[in-house]
């Protein structure tokens, strides 16, 4: 399975910007995918995912805000980020997960830069 992410670039506060993602590879039905983010000096953390086919969380931080959805025919998620602040700025990262219990696999793409500055 491979993951590329696209979309990131320099933004001013305030101002949006489209992430996507898109799988390919030996992709189950079960999958479940979404966006995390790792700001220099700081552990990855959870932006959204999808924890079932349709409902997705979001990191407090990010609510109201951005906005997770998926094509599962095309295999792909996206997250449109609206009213982008200075500490969004990170490089973001998409997740796939598929399988059943301890077999369970893991997959990420290989980051996209969002930064957030005047």
């Known amino acids: 399975v491979q993951l590329q992410a696209s979309g990131g670039g320099l933004v001013q506060p305030g101002g949006s910007l489209r992430l996507s993602c898109a799988a390919s590879?030996?992709?189950?039905?079960?999958?479940?995918m979404g966006w995390y983010r790792q700001a220099p000096g700081k552990q990855r953390e959870l932006v959204a995912r999808?924890?079932?086919?349709?409902?997705?969380v979001y990191t407090d931080s990010v609510k109201g805000r951005f906005t997770v959805s998926r094509d599962n025919a095309k295999n792909t998620v996206t997250l449109q980020m609206n009213d982008l602040k200075p500490e969004d700025t990170a490089v973001y990262y998409c997740?796939?997960?598929?399988?059943?219990?301890?077999?369970?696999?893991?997959?990420w793409g290989q980051g996209t830069q969002v930064t957030v500055s005047s």
């Open positions: 997740k796939l997960d598929q399988g059943w219990g301890s077999l369970t696999s893991t997959y």
């Open positions: 590879g030996r992709i189950f039905s079960n999958n479940l």
């Open positions: 999808f924890i079932s086919g349709s409902t997705a």
